[in-house]
């Protein structure tokens, strides 16, 4: 079963998370999770150093996102991410995928096909991906249509 | 017999993917386990065995020096140190001076590895064989770092440490360690080491006191009363648990470490003068020097804030002046608070009058008012039921 697609943005996190990067990256998504039911994945491959700030900025992006009834996941966690995020107890928080193509079809299916995935034997449904925008700091910043 | 042991610390150039034997930049053999650092615990072992002049040779950076506290120890182990290149050449010319003291056999124990070996049974078993060089090796027969030599033995002892401690000279017989042994390679290897303490697999007793089975606090170790210790557990000298912090499942917080309020702490160690910041959930890891290695995920990560990890000044004089400064932080900011909560009190009284005077509306929507009507005309007014927990 699938939902009708809305865009998803798909936004890779720069590599250090202090005060005056999580500052400048919640002002690039700022936009995006202000939109109306905002669904939005944080690619956290790049992330080597987060800190309080950087936490803080996923709980703001995540609190505003669920306020306008959408949502926020988070894929391709770093070993430096996920550690962080398990020690401030905001992993939890989130649902967390392995990677940014898993975390948008997740966006795509009701809960049941999304866990008839972690079955060993179960029926793969094979969803067509929603509409995908990446957005990076090389690449600027762009929403799906 | 004159017995003496040349202790080396350091001594390796890791390649990638090697373990380095070192947290951070600090060498493990530094790092308190239990209250006494793995060297200090090393010399203690030697000298149960009457092994008493100990030389201790390190090739240890500048970070780890404050935590070389031999030099304070005993007045009559001789701590030297040594650029990296230049270890084991210094201690080709330390057995040279045992030797021309008079020594007879001389104990090499590069750590590395934490050995609790019977020295009387391996000093017997190289005097039997009558060997230059007598290694030890683990209970798998995998060579450990640590060797008997005689003094006498000045070519073999050399080709020992030019290859630093790779080779021997001539075939011998190896001793078979009975006793405890960790390779301390690994962050892993540390908390192993430490639960092993805890659960009295090995010597290494916690230096304190017991004040429950299984929870040992050291001297002058501060728990908030709302604080909650699960044994075992193991306490510092001069730390502090903050409230409503949980300290459980063989955790350590060493030395002048601070738990802060409302962290949970399981199966970690929270290493020296290390500050672990409120709300935090540490698991299965070994925390300090502004580190974290997790050791379920196998990796260590470095992290730069200090309301997460931060670090507690080495001297006392500095955590006395850092103290102070709290205080008087602290003081102006209750004094403020007791001016301001009873205003915020009534504010919130207030707030709270309007929602009080709602809530009967929520209740009374005709469907469910029904619906509970006719539950409770199917039973007596007077019948009650009482659901006790458990199976009574």
């Given amino acids: ?145 | 017999m004159d017995i003496r042991a040349i202790l080396l610390i350091g001594g390796i150039s890791p390649k990638d993917g090697e373990p380095t034997e070192r947290f951070g930049n600090i060498p493990f053999a530094c790092l308190d386990v239990l209250g006494l650092s793995v060297e200090e615990r090393v010399v203690q072992w030697l000298r149960h065995f009457g092994i008493t002049i100990c030389s201790l040779i390190t090739d240890s950076p500048a970070e780890a020096q404050p935590f070389l506290r031999c030099r304070s120890l005993d007045s009559r182990t001789r701590p030297l140190h040594a650029e990296s290149e230049q270890l084991w050449r210094a201690a080709e010319q330390e057995f040279q001076r045992c030797a021309e003291d008079g020594a007879e056999l001389v104990v090499v124990l590069r750590l590395g590895a934490y050995v609790e070996v019977d020295y009387e049974e391996m000093i017997q078993h190289h005097l039997d064989r009558r060997s230059c060089v007598t290694q030890a090796v683990d209970a798998n027969s995998s060579p450990l770092e640590l060797f008997v030599l005689s003094a006498s033995a000045r070519m073999d002892a050399a080709e020992l440490f030019q290859s630093r401690l790779q080779h021997l000279r001539r075939e011998s017989e190896p001793f078979q360690v009975k006793g405890y042994v960790n390779r301390l390679q690994s962050a892993s290897d540390l908390r192993r080491l430490a639960l092993d303490g805890l659960l009295a697999r090995n010597a290494a007793v916690p230096q304190g006191k017991e004040v429950k089975p299984g929870i040992w606090l050291g001297p002058s170790a501060r728990v908030h009363r709302k604080a909650r210790i699960v044994a075992p557990a193991y306490v510092g000298a001069g730390s502090k648990i903050r409230a409503s912090a949980l300290i459980t499942r063989g955790t350590v917080v060493e030395q002048h470490a601070v738990v802060d309020c409302g962290t949970v702490v399981e199966n970690t160690t929270v290493l020296p003068f290390t500050c672990l910041g409120a709300g935090l959930d540490a698991m299965h890891c070994v925390v300090g020097f502004r580190r974290v290695a997790h050791l379920a995920r196998n990796v260590e990560v470095e992290v730069h804030d200090e309301k997460l990890v931060g670090t507690i000044p080495l001297s006392p004089v500095s955590r006395l002046a850092g103290s102070t400064a709290a205080l008087f932080a602290f003081l102006p900011k209750e004094i403020y608070r007791g001016f301001v909560s009873p205003w915020r009190r009534k504010q919130a009284v207030r707030n709270a009058e309007p929602s009080e005077e709602a809530e009967p509306s929520l209740e009374s929507p005709g469907l469910e008012a029904s619906a509970s009507e006719s539950e409770t005309s199917e039973f007596p007014s007077n019948f009650a039921v009482v659901r006790r927990y458990g199976n009574h």
């Avoid at chain 1, 009701?110 to 793969?124: D, S, T, V």
């Fill in chain 1, 1 to 145: 079963m699938e939902t009708t697609s809305r865009p998803v943005v798909v936004k890779r996190m720069p590599e250090k998370m202090n005060l005056t990067q999580a500052r400048k990256f919640l002002k690039e998504v700022q936009p995006f999770v202000n939109s109306d039911r905002p669904q939005i994945v944080f690619d956290m491959s790049q992330v080597r150093h987060i800190d309080a700030a950087g936490v803080d900025v996923l709980l703001r992006c995540m609190r505003a996102a669920v306020k306008r009834d959408g949502d926020l996941k988070l894929a391709a966690l770093s070993p430096q991410a996920a550690v962080v995020l398990e020690l401030t107890r905001t992993g939890r928080l989130f649902e967390i995928y392995e990677n940014s193509t898993a975390a948008v079809k997740s966006f795509s299916s009701f809960l049941p096909n999304a866990m008839r995935q972690f079955e060993p034997h179960g029926i793969h449904t094979i969803t067509p991906a929603p509409s995908i925008s990446t957005t990076d700091d090389q690449q600027g910043t762009g929403l799906a249509a």
